[in-house]
Structure formats: structure tokens, C-alpha cells
């Protein structure tokens, strides 16, 4: 990540090399990085079952960009080289990204079906719905440059609040679940 730094840094100094320096903001205290967790990103939908739905559209989609981006991530890593370093150190990272993607893809799709077997009604339509509007946020329009593309695509994190979303989320599910278990085994023996 720190070749994307000095390419943006790089970059913003072509652009802005007549306006004045700006000053570093100060570093985050524990309480505000708590508060940047929390919020929810643009666009996101706020019931749980939806939002994790729309994480894991938005992490299927940059996983599925992998290989076409790779290509000008490539390029960028080796044009904005930081001495002493090597691009497959770099690289390796954007291997390592996607193994842990896949990860928590896997704890993500965990808590919708666990929420989708506790719910009393169906909800994977609406799920799915939440999955494509996540996915949505990779659209670009034909005056996105590929290397903007790449840059953004090389800088996206996921957002923190998606994890402790679904844990919260399947926890509570699988309680749930396991309490309509009990009602309707209660029911059938009353019968």
C-alpha cells in the first residue's frame, strides 16, 4: 500500500505543484478511528441482513476486478517504485488481499444464510438485491480513465462496520433460529 501512497502523492503534486503545502491533519485518536468503524458507507442500506448482503457484493465485485486490474496495478507499482523495494513484495500484497477477501466472503455468506433460516419469511430477493447494489459501486462510467480505475480499485478497503455486521448478525440469527427450533418442536408435541 505504500507505493500507492507515494503514486498519489506523486500524482497530487503534478496536479497542485502551484498551490500552497496544506498540513498533515493530526493522527486519529482510538475514540475517532471507533467513530470512522462506525459509519455507514454512501449509498449502504441499514438493516443488517441488507448491509452484509451489500458487502458481499461490493467485496465480490473487487475480487472479480482482480484480473483486469492487475495489468495497470502492475504498471503503477513499477512507474512509482519506492527505493529499495521490490515488486513482488508489492504485488504479493494484492495476492494476500484476495485470499482474505475470499475469507471473509465465506463469513459474510455464513450470516445471510443463517439469517435467511431464522427468518419467519423469505428474504433472499431482498438480499440478492442488496448484493447487486453493492456490487454497483464498481460502474464506471466511459470517462473513467483505467488507471483511476486501478487507483481506486488499489486503495479500496472494506468497510470495518461489514464484520462486525455479519458476526452480529449470524449470532443472532443462529439464536433465533435455534428459539423457532424449540417453538415449533414445543408445538409438535402438544399435538
Do not use: N
Not at 495497470?72 to 529499495?84: H, S
Not at 521490490?86 to 504479493?92: H, S
Not at 473513467?144 to 487507483?151: F, I
Not at 480499485?153 to 470495518?160: D, E, Y
Request: net charge neutral.
Amino acid at each position: 500500500m505504500i507505493p500507492l501512497a507515494i503514486a498519489l502523492a506523486l500524482f497530487a503534486q503534478d496536479v497542485q505543484a502551484d498551490a500552497p503545502t496544506a498540513t498533515a491533519p493530526a493522527p486519529a485518536t482510538a475514540g475517532q478511528a471507533d467513530a470512522a468503524d462506525d459509519r455507514w458507507p454512501t449509498g449502504a442500506p441499514r438493516d443488517d441482513y441488507q448491509f452484509v448482503a451489500w458487502c458481499y457484493g461490493a467485496l465480490r465485485g473487487y475480487l472479480d476486478m482482480h484480473d483486469e486490474m492487475i495489468p495497470e496495478v502492475t504498471r503503477i507499482e513499477k512507474q512509482f517504485r519506492k527505493p529499495g523495494t521490490r515488486l513482488e513484495d508489492d504485488m504479493k500484497v494484492y495476492a494476500d488481499m484476495q485470499k482474505d477477501g475470499r475469507r471473509k466472503l465465506a463469513q459474510f455468506q455464513s450470516a445471510l444464510t443463517a439469517a435467511e433460516k431464522a427468518s419467519v419469511r423469505p428474504i433472499s430477493a431482498i438480499g440478492a438485491e442488496a448484493v447487486k447494489q453493492g456490487r454497483r459501486i464498481w460502474v464506471a462510467g466511459p470517462e473513467v480513465t483505467k488507471a483511476r480505475k486501478a487507483q481506486e480499485w488499489m486503495s479500496w478497503a472494506l468497510p470495518a462496520k461489514c464484520e462486525t455486521t455479519a458476526a452480529a448478525l449470524e449470532k443472532r440469527s443462529l439464536l433465533a433460529a435455534a428459539a423457532l427450533k424449540t417453538g415449533d418442536e414445543a408445538e409438535t408435541s402438544e399435538r
